[in-house]
């Protein structure tokens, strides 16, 4: 696990690796551990399909030992091609289900972290590493080419794209939230990692929901024909969703140093959201003729030019927590607000002064509106049953040990 690794690269060699740019917060990565199904589904399973599960699990290890993140998209076809056939590992009536000791391990020491013989875990990882591995895709669509450059990628394509993706990842992370995670016994949730525990799958759902907004905050921002209105509903929308995510994270007792991290990101992104929503909101109050409102509007401004000095600390702690990223330089929404919202609580509190003077009692920050969140995850359906798995009628192993032993009297 851990964003050093997991937002850039898929696997390789690591005296390579230059720190990392987080554009798009990738929080964990966690690769399958080469194994073999034949001692666990020998004389239960048909060997050409124990064949078949081993190679597509262990081409998905290989792939992310041997490639870059350009190579997402392959791996996630293999993940998807392998999900077809871990689903008749979890269906009931086949009884395979705690036959199988899957090992997974950290991508960024390799070191095997956890082992757990329940094919429903096996299928909340498998869905787990999707939706990371399409986080990374998102990522690498705004930052292509990180040795070459710090600046972010502006284009409406490649944002429209990560947008896309950001979507996407989120419908696998509401999967894993709605169908997998509570098929998982207790003991068994007990001892997941901290990445897999339900307040961070859902903390993840929601800020690749937020990033998402954030990227059509950026989108506006560079459209002319988008209003004032349209801006603030957007930011107002970004900074609910990355207050949401901060709850749920900040409500997580065991949180490790990338889940820390994790925090921080979120933090910083929160600052950001809510000094762009007070700028607009404070453009969109000024538009009035009673003195209070303009008194309200230098309130949102004097606020969003505070909390934007926070966002820049929080910026700078979230890359200095372990591990060590660096962040790209301003773009979107916040390279015209690092400008604008300076100068603009600069200009609207020289020309209010005498009304800041007069009414001292009406400087309270005003609330900001409240909008129904639009982004909505990409609904995710679970692949059907491969078709190796209708063809013949399988014996659950309690029934195969019952005929063995009785073989045995004989």
């Known amino acids: ?25 990738v929080p964990s990565v966690r690769v399958p551990v080469n194994s073999s199904f034949q001692k666990s589904l020998k004389g239960v399973v048909l060997k050409e399909l124990i064949d078949r599960l081993t190679s597509f699990r262990n081409q998905i290890a290989l792939l992310t030992q041997q490639t870059d993140v350009s190579a997402a998209p392959e791996v996630l076809r293999a993940l998807e091609e392998y999900l077809s056939l871990l689903v008749g590992l979890t269906d009931q009536e086949f009884g395979f289900r705690e036959l199988i000791e899957f090992k997974w391990k950290s991508l960024d020491d390799g070191r095997q972290d956890i082992s757990v013989a329940d094919s429903w875990f096996e299928l909340l990882s498998v869905v787990h590493m999707m939706a990371m591995m399409t986080l990374m895709e998102a990522n690498s669509k705004l930052i292509p080419d ?12 490649d944002i429209g794209s990560a947008v896309d993706l950001l979507v996407k990842a989120a419908g696998y992370l509401q999967f894993c939230l709605r169908e997998i995670i509570v ?107 009673e003195p209070s409102r303009h008194i309200n509007a230098v309130c949102c401004f004097l606020a969003a030019e505070e909390i934007l000095t926070e ?27 690092n400008k604008k919202i300076p100068e603009t609580a600069a200009k609207k509190s020289q020309m209010y002064a005498y009304l800041l003077e007069e009414e001292k009692s009406l400087d309270v920050l005003p609330e900001l509106p409240d909008f129904e969140l639009s982004l909505k995850a990409d609904e995710f359906q679970m692949p059907d049953k491969d078709a190796a798995w209708e063809n013949e009628k399988w014996k659950i192993p309690s029934q195969t040990l019952k005929t063995d032993d009785e073989e045995d009297d004989k």
């Open 183 to 289: 098929q998982i016994p207790p003991h068994i949730k007990m001892k997941l990692p901290v990445d897999l525990q339900e307040n961070v799958l859902e903390a993840t759902y929601i800020q690749a929901l937020g990033q998402g907004t954030e990227m059509q905050l950026a989108s506006a921002v560079g459209c002319k024909n988008a209003t004032l209105s349209v801006k603030r509903r957007l930011a107002c929308e970004q900074l609910s969703y990355f207050s949401q995510a901060h709850y749920c994270l900040s409500t997580c007792d065991n949180l490790n140093g990338y889940g820390k991290k994790h925090l921080s990101f979120i933090k910083w992104k929160f600052l950001e959201a809510k000094a762009a929503a007070y700028y607009y909101h404070g453009l969109i109050t000024d538009k009035g003729t």
């Open 311 to 337: 966002s820049k600390k929080a910026c700078l702690n979230f890359c200095l927590t372990a591990p060590i990223t660096r962040a790209p330089t301003a773009w979107g929404a916040m390279k015209h607000l």
């Open 146 to 157: 990180q040795t070459v450059s710090s600046e972010t990628v502006e284009s409406t394509d």
């Open 1 to 25: 696990m851990g964003c050093a690794v997991s937002v850039y690269r898929v696997g390789g060699n690591k005296k390579q690796m230059k720190i990392p740019m987080v554009t798009v917060f």
